[in-house]
């Protein structure tokens, strides 16, 4: 069931968006070659505790509980990387996931970046992947249900060549981290079932996934990290964002800039 949120509470949502917004900001100044994944993470678990909030991903359940409060995914790692003793190296792209809960309200937010001078395909597939999220954003109010969005999100990827990948989705967000509905980011005849209305007050956590190979993804033996089938580069974008009566409000403003 989808629970919408009173303006107050998308208020109080917001302040966690800021935390999550903070978190981004520093990632992103951090993010250097040379510096291990592990390190990134250490620095933003610090500044989510200096806040006094909870890490929403740290201690998920699993075969083998996440240990981390951040996902950090590089280049084939599409999501759910455990960060640790990889050293960023020139030329890799890397996707940085943190959430936080603070006054019992959650935000969520992706964004990918890029290690000093990259190639043109890594660059094309970032431009496309952030685009994604812009697009989905704009349209948000613009429709009556999701998949008005979505069709709009899997254009602009297919247009450009690139894949979305169909396994992973985005998701409601509230006082939990995952609420329904699920938010896929393509439309197709089998998951029919997935589409649902956007009425003032929906707040999601879109988060496209864009490949520059294939949408076929592999999790590997840690349990955890999800990597492309065929070791092509991809990215990984997301806001939590709410609709409100002036239309779209993204809650973790301030994530990529």
């Keep these: 069931m989808v629970i919408l949120k009173s303006p107050e509470e998308i208020k109080l949502m917001r302040e966690a968006g800021k935390i999550v917004a903070e978190c981004h900001q520093l990632a992103s100044s951090l993010i250097t070659a040379g510096i291990t994944t592990g390190e990134i993470d250490q620095k933003v678990e610090q500044l989510i505790q200096r806040h006094g909030a909870i890490p929403l991903f ?9 240990p981390a409060v951040t996902c950090i995914s590089v280049n084939e790692e599409v ?3 455990i960060p640790g003793d990889r050293i960023l190296e020139e030329g890799d792209i890397v996707s940085v996931d943190v959430g936080c ?45 999701w998949f008005g969005v979505a069709a709009i999100m899997e254009k602009t990827v297919l247009d450009a060549g690139l894949f979305i990948v169909e396994d992973f989705v985005g998701h409601g967000i509230g006082q939990e981290m995952h609420e329904d ?14 589409d649902f209305l956007l009425p003032i007050g929906i707040v999601l956590a879109i988060e496209p ?12 033996d840690d349990h955890w990290t999800v990597v492309t089938e065929d070791d092509q580069p991809s990215v990984h974008f997301e806001h939590t964002v709410a609709l409100s009566e002036n239309g779209p409000i993204i809650l973790t403003e301030g994530v990529g800039q």
């Design 101 to 145: 809960k603070i006054n019992g309200w959650c935000g969520d937010a992706a964004w990918t970046y890029a290690v000093g001078k990259i190639d043109q395909q890594k660059q094309k597939v970032m431009e496309v992947g952030q685009k994604t999220l812009e697009v989905a954003i704009a349209e948000l109010d613009q429709h009556q249900s």
């Design 58 to 66: 740290k201690g998920v359940p699993g075969v083998v509980p996440f």
């Design 209 to 220: 996934m864009v490949t520059c190979g294939t949408s076929e993804v592999l999790v590997l």
């Design 181 to 194: 509905p699920q938010v896929p980011n393509f439309v197709s005849s089998n998951r029919a079932g997935d």
């Design 79 to 81: 999501v759910h990387g």
